[in-house]
C-alpha cells in the first residue's frame, strides 16, 4: 500500500534514525562485560490544532505523544481520523512543522495542524479526546457511547479464515519488525487481507501510535474504510485500540496478550470479532465467532 497522497505543507520523509546504539554491562553466567546493544528511539511529538475558520487570532489545543521519530504525517492523520475529528483528506488544510529541527538530534519534535475552514472546531472535544488517547481519563460506558456517537464505519462481514491463520500471525509480523528485530523495543500494528498477506505494517514504542501510523498510511492512500482486513496487534487490546479499530470499519482484530473489559464491549458494539493470547496452539475469542472456523 502506498501512500499517493501528500499532505500540504508538510515535510516529515526525512531520515529519522528509529535506534539508536548505546553502551552497556551484559550479565551473563559468565560474568559481566562491556558491551553495546541498539535501542528504540523514543522522542515527545506536541501536536497542535487549529483552523481556518478562526482568523488571526485563532483558538487552539495541543498536546503531546511519545512516539518513535519517522511518518509522523501518518501518525497525526491516523489519529486525527480515528478519533473523528477529520473523515476525508480534503478536512485538512495544512499540517507543518512548529519549530526547528532539535541542534542535536536533526529531529522535528513540534507539529501544527490546519483543519479547513468548513470543519467544525470545538476546543473542549479534542482536548477530551487528547486526553483518552493519552491515558484514558474519559472510561466506561460514556466513552462506549461517546464512540458510537461517532458513526464508525460499519463493516462488510466479509472475513472468514482459520484458526490456524490466527495462530501464524505472531511469526508473519516477527519476521517483518525490522526495528523489532534490532532493538526489541516497539509494539506493532499490522494488516493482513483475507489470502494471509500482510498489506501494511507500522511500528512505534507506542501501540496506539503504531496503529495511527497504520491508519495514516491507509488514509493518505484513499483505502479506508479497511473492512474486508485483519488486524494484528503486537500487545493486548484496549479502549483506545478497539476504538481506532471500529472507526476503520476493520471487522476482525487479534492480539497477542489481553482485552480489557471496555475492548470486549467495544468490538461487541461495533460487530468486531476480537481474539487475545495468539499463541502456535491456542487462543480465545471474545466476540463474533462466526468469522473463524476451528475445524
Known amino acids: 500500500m502506498s501512500s499517493d497522497r501528500v499532505v500540504p505543507g508538510f515535510i516529515a520523509r526525512e531520515s529519522q534514525a528509529q535506534h539508536r546504539r548505546i553502551d552497556l554491562v551484559r550479565i551473563s553466567p559468565d560474568g559481566s562485560t562491556a558491551s553495546t546493544d541498539d535501542v528504540s ?13 478562526l482568523g488571526t487570532d485563532r483558538e487552539s489545543t495541543s498536546s503531546i505523544t511519545m512516539r518513535t521519530p519517522g511518518k509522523d504525517d501518518e501518525l497525526i492523520l491516523g489519529f486525527l481520523f480515528s478519533e473523528g475529528i477529520v473523515r476525508n483528506f480534503e478536512d485538512i488544510a495544512c499540517i507543518e ?26 476546543r473542549q472535544e479534542i482536548e477530551r479526546q487528547f486526553t483518552r488517547s493519552a491515558s484514558c481519563g474519559v472510561c466506561g460506558r460514556t466513552s462506549l457511547e461517546s464512540l458510537l456517537a461517532l458513526k464508525p464505519a460499519s463493516t462488510t462481514d466479509s472475513v472468514r479464515i482459520t484458526a490456524e491463520f490466527l495462530q501464524n500471525l505472531p511469526d508473519k509480523v516477527g519476521e517483518l519488525q525490522e526495528e523489532f528485530g534490532r532493538t526489541g523495543g516497539l509494539h506493532a500494528a499490522a494488516m493482513f487481507d483475507g489470502d494471509g498477506r500482510c498489506t501494511l505494517l507500522r511500528e512505534d514504542v507506542g501501540r496506539h501510535n503504531a496503529l495511527d501510523k497504520l491508519l495514516g498510511a491507509a488514509f493518505m492512500a484513499g483505502t479506508l474504510p479497511l473492512s474486508g482486513n485483519i488486524l494484528f496487534l503486537s500487545g493486548r487490546s484496549s479502549f483506545e485500540l478497539l476504538q481506532k479499530a471500529a472507526m476503520a470499519g476493520i471487522e476482525l482484530v487479534a492480539s497477542v496478550g489481553a482485552p480489557s473489559s471496555l475492548a470486549i464491549e467495544v468490538a461487541e458494539a461495533c460487530d468486531i470479532t476480537l481474539a487475545g493470547f495468539l499463541r502456535h496452539d491456542s487462543f480465545n475469542i471474545y466476540t463474533h465467532p462466526h468469522r473463524i472456523s476451528t475445524r
Open 41 to 53: 528511539v523514543e522522542e515527545p511529538l506536541e501536536i497542535t490544532i487549529t483552523s481556518e475558520g
Open 97 to 122: 512543522h512548529s519549530t526547528p529541527a532539535n541542534s542535536e538530534t536533526g529531529l522535528h519534535n513540534a507539529a501544527r495542524v490546519t483543519l479547513a475552514k468548513e470543519i467544525t472546531f470545538e
